[in-house]
């Protein structure tokens, strides 16, 4: 069993950044791993996905802002976020699948950390 638990969420001034990790236990070798944010009331969106090799994907709304990478020995996830804007405030998972990677549905990740809620003001 996969377990996923985020940290590093907390409030900063726009412009400011953070970094959140995602520390995975049990089997995750080769795992496509992602970030998604969900607002109140919207859908979970894909932000970033890394492959097992490292390659990476990334959403229009952060590309050049935020960078995913992983640790495989540490199993963790990381997301940095530079150039943070107050319409990033919104709860930030981790999440991780096995198979097939990049996909960019929620519903195709198996495994969900519990979230961060990132705040970010003008």
């Known amino acids: 069993q996969v377990q996923l638990v985020e940290s590093g969420g907390g409030s900063v001034q726009s412009g400011g950044s953070l970094r959140l990790s995602c520390a995975a236990s049990g089997y995750t070798y080769g795992m496509c791993l992602a970030w998604f944010r969900q607002a109140p009331g919207k859908e979970r969106e894909v932000i970033a996905v890394?492959?097992?090799?490292?390659?990476?994907n990334y959403a229009d709304s952060v590309k050049g802002r935020f960078t995913i990478s992983r640790d495989n020995p540490k199993k963790t996830l990381y997301l940095q976020m530079n150039s943070l804007k107050p319409e990033d405030t919104v709860m930030y998972y981790c999440?991780?699948?096995?198979?097939?990677?990049?996909?960019?549905?929620?519903?195709?990740?198996?495994?969900w950390g519990q979230g961060t809620q990132v705040t970010v003001s003008s």
């Open positions: 999440a991780a699948r096995f198979g097939t990677c990049p996909v960019f549905p929620a519903f195709e990740y198996t495994y």
């Open positions: 890394i492959g097992r090799g490292g390659s990476t």
